[in-house]
């Protein structure tokens, strides 16, 4: 009787065991296309990714660079201050998308240009994305609200 109960003991232990293993092998596998990691100019000029990586890159758009394509296709200059890269984006702008203002784009990376799926732009006067401050700050180029750089540099 007490051998019976080990053996059915260690059998629940193996089934809850390979439940959980399975589980979190699934849930990775729902997330695959759902994680967008963040890269500034700066990082994508370092170290170009696959043609195939969804991700998201922010900067500033660069003053001058927006032209507005046949349709609804528009390309612009996103930079950090130390890179620029080239972005097309096939779609309807976000009202708030302007030159020298901060924006997130997602998409990929293709024969040097950013292909955007997506485009989203600052939602008032103040507010940057934390990664774009934070790639700015790095190249010395980022600016408050009052355009006076931090620690009044």
Not at 84 to 110: C, H, K, S
Not at 118 to 127: F, G, N, P, Q, V
Request: aromatic share 8%.
């Amino acid at each position: 009787m007490r051998g019976l109960k080990k053996k059915r003991r260690i059998q629940v232990i193996l089934v809850a065991f390979v439940a959980l293993a399975v589980s979190t092998g699934l849930i990775g596998y729902a997330m695959r296309d759902g994680i967008n990691f963040f890269r500034s100019p700066s990082q994508i000029a370092d170290t170009p990714p696959a043609p195939t990586e969804v991700f998201r890159i922010g900067g500033l758009v660069e003053e001058g660079s927006l032209v507005r394509g046949q349709g609804e296709t528009v390309r612009f200059n996103v930079t950090d201050g130390g890179a620029v890269v080239p972005v097309t984006y096939r779609g309807v702008l976000p009202d708030l998308f302007a030159e020298n203002q901060g924006m997130i784009g997602t998409g990929r990376l293709v024969d040097g240009v950013f292909e955007a799926s997506e485009i989203l732009a600052k939602h008032d006067e103040s507010y940057m994305p934390k990664e774009v401050v934070d790639a700015l700050k790095e190249q010395g180029v980022y600016r408050d609200a009052e355009g006076e750089a931090p620690n009044g540099s």
